[in-house]
T-cell receptor, first 110, second 113 residues
Framework: QKEVEQNSGPLSVPEGAIASLNCTYS??????FFWYRQYSGKSPELIMS????GDKEDGRFTAQLNKASQYVSLLIRDSQPSDSATYLC??????????FGKGTRLHILP | EPEVTQTPSHQVTQMGQEVILRCVPI?????FYWYRQILGQKVEFLVS????????KSEIFDDQFSVERPDGSNFTLKIRSTKLEDSAMYFC???????????FGPGTRLTVL
């Protein structure tokens, strides 16, 4: 059973600080990794995708991938109240399935 | 900006009835997906569709479910005989040839009574 694990939170972070979200996955042959943001009652919105080991930066967001440890993370710098949402980690293996984690609820404290 | 659309936004049905959820993917996309999210739970993969056939499906996608692309634009999910546990938000998504960003539609909330 392929699994994607995330801490459900809530993770509370002061405005302006760095929010760090973590995810582990069980399928060693996973090839593509995604972070989605989901506001309550809305559909997931892609924030970052990462395919190779290391860091990938896009604005205030940095995704980090470590395939040896089967670990992917998302850093949000200069956290804003609008960043308060549930963050979903998703993983695609060699097949066409994308497995989502349960998500981490992030709360940015004004 | 192109977007995935879904209709209806909310569907209420009686247990045992058939429902069809409709999606219009982004026009030049090639890969299409259905996901389900039961309230308070994680997004679950149901099925992927490429080149007019199912490419992958999950264990949730049993004989009660089917998908179809009846014309060049619509992508539908049919549930033949709905059960109470089918109540969920159903998301359609599509993916272009870059095999990178998957765009989600706004979802259809299905309520089975």
């Amino acid at each position: 059973q392929k699994e994607v694990e995330q801490n459900s939170g809530p993770l509370s972070v002061p405005e302006g600080a760095i929010a760090s979200l973590n995810c582990t996955y069980s399928d060693r042959v996973s090839q593509s990794f995604f972070w989605y943001r989901q506001y309550s009652g809305k559909s997931p919105e892609l924030i970052m995708s990462i395919y190779s080991n290391g860091d990938k930066e896009d604005g205030r967001f940095t995704a980090q991938l470590n395939k040896a440890s089967q670990y992917v993370s998302l850093l949000i710098r200069d956290s804003q109240p609008s960043d308060s949402a549930t963050y979903l980690c998703a993983v695609r293996g060699r097949d066409d399935k994308i497995i989502f984690g349960k998500g981490t609820r992030l709360h940015i404290l004004p | 900006e192109p977007e995935v659309t879904q209709t209806p936004s909310h569907q209420v049905t009686q247990m045992g009835q058939e429902v069809i959820l409709r999606c219009v993917p982004i026009s030049n996309h090639l890969y299409f997906y259905w996901y389900r999210q039961i309230l308070g739970q994680k997004v679950e993969f149901l099925v992927s569709f490429y080149n007019n056939e199912i490419s992958e499906k999950s264990e949730i996608f049993d004989d009660q479910f089917s998908v179809e692309r009846p014309d060049g634009s619509n992508f539908t999910l049919k549930i033949r005989s709905t059960k109470l546990e089918d109540s969920a938000m159903y998301f359609c998504a599509s993916l272009g040839s870059s095999y990178n960003e998957q765009f989600f539609g706004p979802g259809t909330r299905l309520t089975v009574l």
